[in-house]
T-cell receptor
Framework: DVKVTQSSRYLVKRTGEKVFLECVQD?????MFWYRQDPGLGLRLIYF???????EKGDIPEGYSVSREKKERFSLILESASTNQTSMYLC????????????FGQGTRLTVV | GNSVTQMEGPVTLSEEAFLTINCTYT??????LFWYVQYPGEGLQLLLK?????DKGSNKGFEATYRKETTSFHLEKGSVQVSDSAVYFC??????????????FGKGTRLSVIA
């Protein structure tokens, strides 16, 4: 079974802090994704990566950056956290673009105070 | 880009009732279509998928048929159980200029099944 692991289930950070959300997958998948989930808005794509050191903006990239130094690890960075970034963050991976089935981690609930 | 519209919830049903959750999509080309389920406190799990028109995806008693003529992928189950209580997301693969196809999700439909 594919396993996607997010480093924290819950995080509380202060406004202005730099925040790192870490995600690791163990199935040698090419693609990795970061989504945020908000009530009434569903899942929205922040960034994705299709190879090491490669990244592509999703639909709501503002206020975020990402890093993929190794194939199995994909980090989401909030350069200066703000209260409107309080949300559930979901990491996912998929094998290839032609096989877009995504496998998800359990999520990180981030609260910015 | 491509998009998904699914019926708003919450949906509340009695055990053994018939379930339909509507999903329609807007797409150029021929995306793959998916249903994901999120149980309380967990991440999303793939429930079923269909990759071309008239395909039927099925799993755990749930079914959905890829209808190109009506651009729909409605989720159905003949007899729901309390354990089916969850949030259900319809999704499609959305080609980008780079050739990648991340999934685009609907807003989710919360299902509550009462005994």
């Amino acid at each position: 079974d594919v396993k996607v692991t997010q480093s924290s289930r819950y995080l509380v950070k202060r406004t202005g802090e730099k925040v790192f959300l870490e995600c690791v997958q163990d199935m040698d998948h090419e693609n990795m994704f970061w989504y945020r989930q908000d009530p009434g808005l569903g899942l929205r794509l922040i960034y994705f990566s299709y190879d090491v050191k490669m990244k592509e903006k999703g639909d709501i990239p503002e206020g975020y950056s990402v890093s993929r130094e190794k194939k199995e690890r994909f980090s989401l960075i909030l350069e200066s956290a703000s209260t409107n970034q309080t949300s559930m963050y979901l990491c996912a991976s998929s094998l290839y673009p032609a096989v877009p089935d995504a496998f998800f981690g359990q999520g990180t609930r981030l609260t910015v105070v | 880009g491509n998009s998904v519209t699914q019926m708003e919830g919450p949906v509340t049903l009695s055990e053994e009732a018939f379930l339909t959750i509507n999903c329609t999509y807007t797409a150029t080309g021929y995306p793959s279509l998916f249903w994901y389920v999120q149980y309380p406190g967990e991440g999303l799990q793939l429930l079923l998928k269909a990759t071309k028109a008239d395909d039927k995806g099925s799993n755990k008693g749930f079914e959905a048929t890829y209808r190109k003529e009506t651009t729909s992928f409605h989720l159905e189950k003949g007899s729901v159980q309390v354990s089916d209580s969850a949030v259900y997301f319809c999704a499609l693969s959305d080609p980008r200029n780079s050739g990648n196809t991340p999934l685009v999700f609907g807003k989710g439909t919360r299902l509550s099944v009462i005994a």
